[in-house]
């Protein structure tokens, strides 16, 4: 479940082309916006949210992903976790990684975000952790 507060008249709330089955909500931009080669920006979407678990209602974390055409253009979404407790307007943050310069219109789907659960708890410092299998292999260490 996504609670949605519009913070501009023009701003859109998020969509799920196929519920039931789709990961991510996709997210609408709020301005025009021209994309210099190579520039990173942070795109308004003029809207704030409260996500939480449709059957628990405990509240969930959103992590701000590509859409697969977007990505397609030459449009890369960084940063992107969404604390569950953010109140404030939700900000995508999104490089041109072409040469060229790409335009985005006001009200085009820029990116879409994915519920995940807050897993997060106190942290422990410890001389010693539990014996495991990988231990601390690493970096390929299971063969190719
Ligand atoms: O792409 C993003 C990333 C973050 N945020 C918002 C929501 C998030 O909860 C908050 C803080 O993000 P993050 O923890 O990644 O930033 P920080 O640089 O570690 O700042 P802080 O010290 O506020 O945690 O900013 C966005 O709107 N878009």
Redo the contacts with the bound molecule.
């Keep these: 479940m996504l609670r949605v507060k519009l913070l501009d008249p023009s701003a859109l709330p998020p969509i799920v082309a196929h519920p039931g089955e789709d990961l991510g909500y996709d997210v609408f931009g709020l301005d025009s916006v021209m994309l210099a080669s190579r520039q990173t920006v942070r795109l308004r979407t003029g809207i704030a949210v409260e996500a939480r678990h449709p059957q628990t209602g405990a509240p969930l974390g959103l992590l ?1 992903r590509d859409r697969s055409s977007m990505a397609a253009r030459g449009l890369a ?7 569950a407790g ?1 109140r ?6 999104m490089t041109n990684l072409g040469d060229a310069p790409i335009e985005l219109k006001a009200g085009e789907k820029i990116a879409q975000m994915v519920p995940v659960p807050v897993l997060t708890g106190a942290v422990e410092q410890v001389e010693n952790l539990e014996d495991s299998a990988r231990a601390e292999k690493g970096f390929g260490s299971s063969g190719r």
């Design positions: 701000v979404c960084t940063g992107g976790v969404i604390d953010y404030g307007e939700i900000l995508i943050v």
